[in-house]
T-cell receptor
Framework: KAGVTQTPRYLIKTRGQQVTLSCSPI?????VSWYQQTPGQGLQFLFE???????NKGNFPGRFSGRQFSNSRSEMNVSTLELGDSALYLC?????????????FGPGTRLTVT | KNEVEQSPQNLTAQEGEFITINCSYS?????LHWLQQHPGGGIVSLFM???GKKKHGRLIATINIQEKHSSLHITASHPRDSAVYIC????????FGAGTRLTVKP
């Protein structure tokens, strides 16, 4: 079974631009969660989607948004990029929500904002 | 105070040594996860625990719900175990420890 895939793997953007990252979960998994990892803050929860509905949101500004499609693929968008948004963005998929369910992580998208 | 505390932050061991990484948390949880992250960023889920103890190969994870504490043990450590080990607690969302950087020398 194919693992979680994320595209693109690397991205360089300038301040003020917006960016969209994509995550394809493991086949049959209906929950996708997004995380931000930085050297200073470590791993932080962004949001979780299940059946096209946002189930939970972390403590991030409204510039961070996401959505999930009917095939469970998910995208996250960051508008008006700031230097501090430079990070590794990871998504993870699991069978369901309200778990606990084991999470399977993608390889991440490394975003650099200049 | 962080809701998830890991210790130690860094750990260097000789090949073959027994290793313990600790995780304490202060929030209510439905499960605790141990994750492994190698250089380059990829994260692998090692264990998901709600109670008791789990074993997979040379890795053992335990959790004490009453004391809000979990430990990850690696028996007969090997250089390929070198990685960052992260404790994560699952409640309404996922909260992460800062990670323990393990280096195993041959």
């Amino acid at each position: 079974k194919a693992g979680v895939t994320q595209t693109p793997r690397y991205l360089i953007k300038t301040r003020g631009q917006q960016v969209t990252l994509s995550c394809s979960p493991i086949s049959g998994h209906r929950s996708v969660s997004w995380y931000q990892q930085t050297p200073g803050q470590g791993l932080q929860f962004l949001f979780e989607y299940f059946s096209e509905t946002q189930r939970n949101k972390g403590n991030f500004p409204g510039r961070f948004s996401g959505r999930q499609f009917s095939n469970s693929r998910s995208e996250m968008n960051v508008s008006t990029l700031e230097l501090g948004d430079s990070a590794l963005y990871l998504c993870a998929s699991s069978l369901g929500t309200g778990g606990p369910y084991e999470q399977y992580f993608g390889p991440g998208t490394r975003l650099t904002v200049t | 105070k962080n809701e998830v505390e890991q210790s130690p932050q860094n750990l260097t061991a000789q090949e073959g040594e027994f290793i313990t990484i600790n995780c304490s948390y202060s929030v209510g949880i439905s499960a605790l996860h141990w994750l492994q992250q190698h250089p380059g960023g990829g994260i692998v889920s090692l264990f998901m625990l709600s109670s008791g103890k789990k074993k997979h190969g040379r890795l053992i994870a335990t959790i004490n719900i009453q004391e809000k504490h979990s430990s990850l043990h690696i028996t007969a450590s090997h250089p390929r175990d070198s990685a960052v080990y992260i404790c994560a607690v699952e409640g309404n969302d996922m909260r992460f420890g800062a990670g323990t950087r393990l280096t195993v020398k041959p």
